[in-house]
């Protein structure tokens, strides 16, 4: 399990409370490809119970080039943060899609906004205070999963008692594109579809033309467009320009 839920570098991926370095890595050569995208082998493990779906791409010389992982734990509320179908997604090397992660482990400011929406690739219902203990943990987790040539396509469920239920469809086509659809319901107030990059990463804001720019050291990465376009869209750069 451990060398699923590790990066390329050996690093726990950073979810929820989860941190420190894997004892083992994972080695393509014992694992069943899904299947090839030009040179590249195409890996894939689902713990559906536990709310874990992760893809791994390596090339002929055993070196993993891109990791996706998509997450929506309910087993417990220990360690939980609101991280309900969030995930992460790394392309040779660079962190596209974050996640805050714990990084710090009191009962300060910090350590709430790292527990909040706020700080994972999610929807959220703007300025609403809940708690964890909102999360229905029995209605929440993997609907369904299937996997074809050069495709993953992963349903999710997280409810929220009384006042929310996110329904979050995955098409995820490695080296190609993600397609995120998302469908709430019940909510009561403005709707904010949340995304956290990784540190290497600049915005491009071409929101009002629809659609944003990646970019790392001034080479696009990617491009993010909504299918029905931008009502708003606020850009966030850390401690200089903080929630």
């Not at 002929?60 to 220990?78: K, L």
């Amino acid at each position: 399990v451990s060398s699923w839920l590790s990066e390329y570098n050996n690093m726990f991926f950073q979810i929820g409370d989860t941190e420190g370095i894997s004892k083992s890595s994972l080695e393509p050569k014992k694992q069943l490809e899904d299947f090839k995208i030009g040179d590249l082998k195409s890996y894939s493990k689902v713990y559906y119970k536990s709310g874990y779906f992760i893809n791994k791409l390596f090339n002929v010389h055993g070196v993993c080039e891109s990791e996706f992982i998509f997450y929506n734990t309910s087993d417990s509320y220990i360690h939980k943060h609101f991280d309900s179908n969030a995930f992460i997604l790394i392309n040779k090397g660079i962190e596209i899609f974050s996640d805050g992660g714990k990084y710090v482990y009191d009962y300060s400011d910090l350590r709430k906004y790292f527990l909040s929406f706020e700080a994972h690739n999610t929807v959220y219902i703007k300025e609403l205070n809940t708690s964890l203990e909102s999360l229905n943990l029995e209605k929440t987790g993997f609907q369904s999963f299937e996997k074809k040539e050069g495709v993953y396509k992963i349903n999710s469920l997280a409810s929220y008692d009384d006042y929310m239920a996110h329904n979050r469809e995955i098409i995820y086509k490695p080296t190609r594109s993600l397609e995120v659809v998302d469908r709430v319901y019940n909510n009561e107030g403005d709707l904010v579809v949340n995304f956290l990059f990784g540190t290497d990463i600049e915005v491009i804001d071409f929101s009002y033309e629809g659609f944003i720019i990646l970019q790392n050291k001034g080479r696009a990465v990617a491009k993010m467009f909504l299918e029905k376009g931008f009502i708003s869209c606020k850009t966030y750069f850390g401690s200089e320009n903080p929630y």
